[in-house]
């Protein structure tokens, strides 16, 4: 009877260490491991049953705080978008006296600067080959590419963009074009520094400071 005892209250305490092992988890560490191996081993990697077996809890445990990969997807987005938005203000407060233009370059070296160091997740936030998933994860605009236009308005309604307003859509995705161009041709190792010239961020900063300084067409 006592080893009974003893036997039983030994699966009882292995039942509840199990059980605060499960409910120790955190929104936050399910994310920071999705996020690490969305890092090193891409989408295509990210399921509930390899986040469990990184965390060491039973598959079931990721389901308490996200009901599916989609809806997962959509928390590793919004934190992209956080992360990304919060260095584009941290750059445009450094140099809150700057003009406009001095803005838009603090915006690109942030951006590149951001999507060099999380690819992958920079893959889910902005590009479209992932098919349903992305667009039922991400179905508005995102908030850092906003952020991007209501920049580029201010150039415009202060004077210092030299263009008609009507030109603001087709500048704002000329802009907009040639930041995630450049980064599509990094991530797939096609982006190479002409000889004599500037790194690529910068060559293009340069065309565009002369774009904005010239007198309207």
Partial sequence: MVVLEILLGSHLDTQTKHRRVRNSL????IRNVSLLILKEEGIDALSMR????????????PYSYYESQIDLVKDLIKHGEDELLGMLRSA???ISAGTTFEKLAAIARSYFKFASTNRELHKIMFV????TLHRKAFPQLPKSYRFFLETLREGFESGEIRYPINEYTAIARLMWSWMYGLLVLDMTGMLRKRRGSDNPIEEGINYFKALFSAPAP
């Fill in 50 to 61: 390899h986040i469990a077996n990184r965390l060491g809890c039973s598959v079931a445990s």
């Fill in 92 to 94: 445009i407060e450094s």
């Fill in 26 to 29: 955190s929104r936050e560490e």
């Fill in 128 to 131: 479209t080959d992932y098919g």
